[in-house]
């Protein structure tokens, strides 16, 4: 009896110590969660493929996009941040793949000159607005306009 | 037989393009009237002959006369007869020719109108639309003509050309490739005919403004001879414009309906400046302001006709390299120069006959705030612009650091992509801008008027839209930027309303019942209440985009079968695969999916990817649920090959998504009632009815 309760302990002991080490084992051996379709696509929208032109990577149908995305999901998995991702295929493909250039170099100009064209509209718009009442009011002195109205006015007044 | 007719008659319409433009111009001088009846039968005949050519292509397309290598580019045995009649613009070569067919047509309708009390006008308008059909022809003729034949040389090579080359024998492949599988859909029947009509009826409001130059008329005759054209060519570019988004949500399968796509832009920026045109026209014809400025939009919406065409048709999108390699960028880049250049010169010398009638008295008078309008439309020309050139001059750059090495960390040569984002953000505020002035707008007075009066004015819209805004604020609405745009569209249909209602009450006044006061009112002042009813159609479309931009939401997945997927109150089931060929050349892979609201079943949806044999090509055909509330949109992505256990869908939830397209429909209504011809009959009736004074201020 002494006996069988011994095996019975020894045999709890090894199964823990088994079933211990093999869980450990395993959890150093389990990868990530797979990244999902949707991360994968949030990082690909903004990214355009240097063959199919003006078709953002995310919704791109032909194979080449395909394995893109699929690289993406690598990268993803392999811990690459967001940045790296875009830093990755600019390094390989050109600035053109990112789906807003970089401000970077001559690319400034892309973000300076249609604030700075509306700027300059609505100062000469400005500019003649001013001009013209200016004029307006050169032409049509107040003093005369009064005058005119009063009279016309009184002429009322009498016929009443 | 029939080809070669077409040909010749190609070749003749030609010639008469250089006749006439060179008799128009020797029969503009008084005492020449004959060299004048010459130019302008020169010009009518152009239509008859270019409408053989094309006939001619279209008869090529449909008897697979694969000779022709146009035809064999752009056709296949597969396709179906209409199809193969679209294909006359499915290609360069083609496109081009329809392009000049349809200058044709409006040139020629143009002469066709009663000429005795405008003859100065005429030699110019003939000789200006001469030109712009010459140009075209030319490069048909010379570099991209449809007409051009397959020929095998002596070596075996295969080459195109329009005459036999010695020794050469006729090539004639079995099958052509075939159309772009993105051209066959029902909207391309419509889509680019409607693009290419806006882009020509533009031509002939620019050959009347070149026409006043010239003969130095500095009243606004051109403009009353061309508002309606201009009404027109806006209505047909605005058409284009709402098709093709509708077609780029029923074929490219992403989910939306505008990507800023350089090629969407090109057919966009002239709808920007003859939209701003529109509305400084009416300060022309009502205070004799702005007629520099209106001779500026009409020239610059002319050359970006020129320019959209040149960058959809020169590969310059592609590449800088493509377009100098292409016999027709050049060519084209030195039209839109030359033509330019000579209208400036020509505004130049005009400059001082053209000066204002008037003066602007307030900041707030209707003139003033059209003209802020015209500042914000050239603001988003210019984003829009800047947006499609500077990656070319990003690329075109490389050649200064080739030069000068120690510049070639900025002039790199390295090509950009200006994607979405840059436009969205560029130009929201000023779409934003144009909102509001739609509201104000309508209720300030001309010449002179004060906070004080546009505030009685103004004040009741604006305070029910303010109800509209807290309505929207309890309702839990949080996003700045949607609250801030429903609120400037309930503020414009508000304001709109009133204005029809201000005037039904008038004529209610008097007698009439308030459907008659409202038919009678419309009838009368067909431009104002038919522009009215466009506002209403431009908020409708406004709601639309703001339910997407703001509100559409997306994700995928891969389901097997029998799992789902879950947007919004929807829930999407995958319960099939299915694969199979069809007559005309494609491999069909359909799944179909169950769709439930809330949890009841809705219907089934078909997503499906055509695979075209022919070109090699993939199309993505969304699955559609839709409603006057959102729509709920699915895509086939991927999918296990043979066992089809697994696929991989997209789905979208897009809110109000087609309030865009009934917007674009009431907008299409409003600008046929304020373009419809009959309105001229009751101007006539007017004219007769006025005074003398006031009838030589009308005319």
Not at chain 1, 146 to 156: F, G, H, I, K, T
Not at chain 2, 431 to 454: C, D, E, K, V
Request: charged residues 15%.
């Amino acid at each position: 009896m002494r006996r069988l309760i011994l095996a019975l302990i020894l045999g709890l002991l090894l199964g823990f110590l088994f079933g211990y080490t093999a869980s450990a084992v395993l959890a150093q051996g389990e990868e990530p969660p797979a990244p999902s379709d949707n991360e994968v696509n949030a990082i690909a929208k903004n990214l355009y493929c240097p063959v199919c032109e003006n078709v953002p990577l995310d919704v791109c149908p032909t194979q080449a996009c395909i394995q893109w995305r699929a690289q993406i999901g690598d990268l993803l998995a392999q811990g690459y941040s967001e940045q790296a991702i875009y830093d990755y295929f600019v390094a390989q493909y050109g600035d053109s793949v990112l789906a807003s250039p970089p401000a970077r170099g001559l690319n400034w100009l892309i973000y300076v000159v249609p604030p700075v064209a509306v700027l300059l509209g609505a100062v000469l718009l400005y500019r003649r607005m001013t001009i013209w009442r200016q004029a307006e009011e050169l032409a049509a002195p107040q003093a005369t306009t009064s005058d005119y109205n009063q009279r016309v006015e009184d002429e009322l007044e009498a016929r009443r | 037989m029939i080809v070669n007719l077409g040909f010749g008659a190609l070749l003749i319409a030609f010639i008469l393009c250089i006749y006439g433009a060179a008799a128009a111009a020797y029969g503009a001088r008084d005492g020449r009237d004959p060299w004048l009846a010459s130019a302008r039968s020169a010009m009518l005949l152009t239509f008859p002959l270019l409408t053989l050519a094309a006939l001619s292509i279209i008869y090529a397309l449909v008897t697979f006369d694969f000779q022709l290598d146009y035809v064999a580019s752009v056709t296949s045995r597969s396709m179906p007869t209409y199809l193969r009649v679209t294909a006359l613009w499915g290609g360069q070569a083609g496109s081009l020719l329809f392009w000049a067919w349809l200058m044709s047509a409006f040139a020629s309708a143009v002469m066709l109108r009663d000429w005795r009390r405008d003859r100065e006008f005429l030699p110019w308008v003939i000789l200006v639309s001469l030109v712009t059909l010459g140009f075209f022809l030319a490069l048909i003729i010379f570099f991209e003509n449809p007409f051009a034949r397959l020929w095998q040389g002596v070596t075996g090579t295969v080459f195109a050309g329009v005459w036999q080359p010695a020794g050469a024998i006729p090539y004639i492949p079995i099958d052509g490739n075939g159309l772009n599988p993105l051209l066959r859909h029902p909207g391309m029947i419509i889509h680019p005919p409607m693009l290419y009509l806006g882009f020509v009826s533009f031509v002939i409001p620019f050959a009347f403004a070149i026409a006043a130059l010239i003969t130095g008329r500095s009243d606004d005759r051109w403009i009353r001879l061309t508002r309606r054209w201009t009404l027109w060519a806006w209505l047909f570019l605005s058409l284009g414009l709402i098709l093709g988004s509708r077609w780029a949500y029923d074929v490219i399968g992403w989910g939306g309906y505008w990507g800023w796509d350089p090629v969407e832009i090109a057919a966009f920026m002239p709808w920007l400046t003859g939209t701003a045109c529109l509305h400084s026209v009416m300060i022309q014809e009502k205070r004799g302001l702005f007629k520099h400025w209106n001779m500026l939009l009409i020239i610059l919406t002319y050359d970006l006709v020129i320019f959209g065409t040149f960058l959809t048709r020169s590969g310059v999108l592609s590449s800088v390299h493509a377009f100098a390699q292409s016999a027709i960028g050049p060519l084209f880049f030195v039209f839109i120069a030359a033509t330019l250049l000579l209208s400036l010169y020509l505004l130049n010398r005009r400059w001082e006959s053209l000066k204002a009638e008037g003066e602007m008295t307030s900041w707030l008078s209707r003139e003033a705030l059209f003209l802020v309008n015209n500042l914000l439309f050239i603001g988003i020309l210019v984003v829009c612009f800047w947006g499609v050139v500077f990656p070319l001059i990003t690329e075109a750059s490389g050649a200064i650091g080739e030069w000068f090495p120690s510049l070639r960390g900025i002039f790199s040569g390295q090509r950009i992509t200006v994607g979405p984002l840059f436009y969205e953000r560029a130009t929201g505020p000023l779409w934003a801008g144009l909102l509001l002035l739609m509201g104000i707008a309508p209720l300030s007075a001309w010449r002179a008027s004060t906070a004080r009066t546009l505030g009685r004015a103004i004040w009741k819209p604006f305070a029910i839209s303010l109800l509209v805004l807290a309505g929207m604020l309890i309702g839990g609405l949080r996003s700045f930027g949607a609250l801030l745009g429903l609120w400037l569209c309930a503020f414009v249909l508000l304001v709109t309303a009133y204005e029809f209602w201000r005037g039904m009450r008038a004529r209610a006044a008097r007698g009439e019942n308030y459907f008659a006061a409202l038919a009678n009112l419309m009838a009368r002042n067909r431009r104002r209440y038919g522009g009215y009813i466009i506002h209403i159609g431009v908020i409708l479309i406004a709601i639309g985009i703001i339910g997407v931009e703001f509100f559409q939401t997306e994700t995928q997945g891969q389901l097997a079968i029998g799992e789902s997927l879950e947007i919004a109150d929807y829930r999407m089931e995958y319960e099939s695969l299915s694969e199979w060929n069809t007559n005309d050349n494609r491999l069909v892979d359909r799944a179909v999916v169950s769709v439930y609201k809330d949890g009841v079943f809705l219907r089934e949806l078909y997503p499906r990817r055509d695979y075209y044999y022919e070109s090699q090509q993939a199309m993505t055909i969304p699955g559609v649920r839709s409603t006057i509330e959102e729509d709920f949109y699915v895509l086939l992505v991927e999918w296990e090959e043979i066992s089809a256990s697994r696929a991989t869908f997209k789905i979208y939830h897009s809110p109000l998504i087609n309030w865009i397209w009934i917007g674009g429909l009431v907008f299409v209504v409003g600008n046929l009632i304020a373009a419809w011809p009959q309105a001229e009959a009751y101007d006539a009736r007017l004219r007769r009815t006025a005074p003398a004074g006031a009838r030589a201020e009308a005319g």
